[in-house]
């Protein structure tokens, strides 16, 4: 069963040149218990997706649905409801903490704003939601500054879960920590995933991570879906130019195997009031004349869905 779907979704920003696409006429479904990886360069709208799903920005256009329920353009009430059961880890575990609340506040903060518990029943769930993420006791009444990467994104993951939800975005959790730190964030989160029943949007540009967390991925180029599939389809069969060019680029692990590195040439369309066509031509090494028109997303085979119009061709 599909708990969020997506419908065309658009978010514009107004600025002197004009209307800069973000996030342009996205679609998808993202099921129970499973996770949807989306990856591209960076700011491609990969987090304003994620933001606008959430409501932390306005919708343009287009609609939400949660639980079958439309959420585009919820009342407050409606809101507050949203809250208990969709949010978000964000990127920077540093600057998304209150420097001056304790690690303790900072994850009981979410158990005020609702106000169903006792002061002792929300110590008690601060204390558990602790030993889930993996942060000793001792640091309960620490402050960001007293952390390493790694302990302040637990804290992260812990605030994220206090309201018991049941959809997270996660936005690049993980990329501002070392490797080995990478590894524990990544296996807490599918640990909570398994025992919890957690939905998730993994937002991220590090394809070797998207692969091993996600159940579908999809490929964003400037503000739109340029692929989307299951994970082990999207990694064996690219079909779309532009996510060859972003796996060409992950490295083998060996000398006697190399890839051929795909260099993406030209210069990058401007998001702000696009021609139509497909946004990747300029940069495209199979760019012909029918590119120029505007790119429908098909479904060549089962659930691999690709908007390019020679993609049959390549």
């Not at 937002?203 to 999809?218: A, E, R």
Request: hydrophobic content about 40%.
């Amino acid at each position: 069963m599909a708990m969020l779907e997506v419908r065309n979704l658009k978010k514009y920003f107004k600025n002197k040149a004009g209307m800069l696409h973000a996030v342009d006429d996205i679609s998808f479904t993202l099921d129970e218990h499973k996770t949807l990886g989306v990856v591209g360069e960076s700011g491609c709208g990969k987090t304003t997706l994620g933001r606008t799903v959430l409501h932390l920005i306005d919708i343009t256009d287009g609609q939400v649905f949660f639980d079958g329920k439309d959420v585009s353009n919820p009342s407050k009430k409606e809101l507050d409801d949203m809250r208990l059961n969709m949010q978000i880890i964000f990127q920077d575990p540093y600057a998304s903490l209150n420097p001056r609340m304790s690690v303790s506040e900072t994850i009981m903060e979410p158990l005020k704003i609702e106000g169903r518990l006792s002061k002792a029943e929300m110590r008690a769930e601060v204390k558990q939601l602790m030993d889930t993420v993996g942060l000793a006791d001792r640091f309960e009444n620490s402050y960001p500054h007293e952390l390493d990467g790694g302990r302040r994104q637990r804290i992260g993951v812990a605030r994220a879960l206090a309201l018991k939800p049941k959809f997270i975005v996660c936005d690049e959790p993980v990329s501002a920590l070392d490797v080995s730190i990478q590894a524990q964030i990544i296996n807490l989160m599918l640990d909570l995933q398994e025992e919890r029943g957690l939905a998730y949007m993994f937002v991220t540009h590090d394809l070797s991570v998207v692969k091993y967390i996600s159940d579908d991925i999809m490929v964003m180029y400037l503000g739109q879906m340029v692929e989307k599939a299951p994970s082990d389809e999207l990694f064996q069969n690219p079909m779309h130019p532009y996510t060859q060019a972003l796996l060409s680029a992950i490295p083998i692990p060996s000398i006697h195997n190399r890839r051929e590195r795909i260099i993406m040439q030209g210069e990058l369309t401007s998001p702000i009031n696009p021609k139509p066509g497909c946004r990747f031509m300029d940069r495209c090494r199979h760019a012909a004349p029918e590119c120029v028109e505007a790119q429908v997303l098909e479904e060549p085979s089962p659930s691999h869905f690709v908007a390019c119009c020679r993609s049959n061709k390549i």
